[in-house]
């Protein structure tokens, strides 16, 4: 079992900037990988980015190539988002998520990011 503590949501204006961080414990020795969706009010859920543990390798959701950037620290079991350039489609509740080697994913609690135009 992984549990997922999430924080850096917020209100920022368009154009600003945020970083959300997402604190792992539990069975984080089984990391495959960990990352970020989103869902925004009427809206699925959907991918934003993730980092395969192993080898530091990232991926990103088209809509946010090149705005966001997922990292990690590894002694402290955290992965970060920074988020720049946010647009007025980013807002929604943004959730960490953990996946281990078996294929079990575990979710955080979410944290909501409110952009203003």
């Known amino acids: 079992q992984v549990q997922l503590v999430e924080s850096g949501g917020g209100?920022?204006?368009a154009g600003g900037s945020l970083r959300l961080s997402c604190a792992a414990s539990g069975r984080t020795f089984s990391t495959y990988d960990m990352g970020w969706y989103r869902q925004a009010p009427g809206k699925?859920?959907?991918?934003?980015?993730?980092l395969t543990w192993s080898i530091d390798s990232t991926?990103?959701?088209d809509s946010v190539k090149g705005r966001f950037t997922i990292s990690r620290d590894i002694v402290k079991n955290t992965v970060y988002?920074?988020?720049n350039s946010l647009k007025s489609e980013d807002p929604?509740?943004?959730?960490?998520?953990?996946?281990?080697?078996?294929g079990r994913r575990s979710w955080g609690q979410g944290t909501q990011v409110t952009v203003s135009s």
């Open 81 to 83: 988002l920074q988020m």
């Open 11 to 13: 209100l920022v204006q």
């Open 44 to 50: 699925e859920r959907e991918f934003v980015a993730s």
């Open 92 to 102: 929604a509740v943004y959730y960490c998520t953990h996946t281990s080697h078996s």
């Open 59 to 61: 991926r990103y959701a």
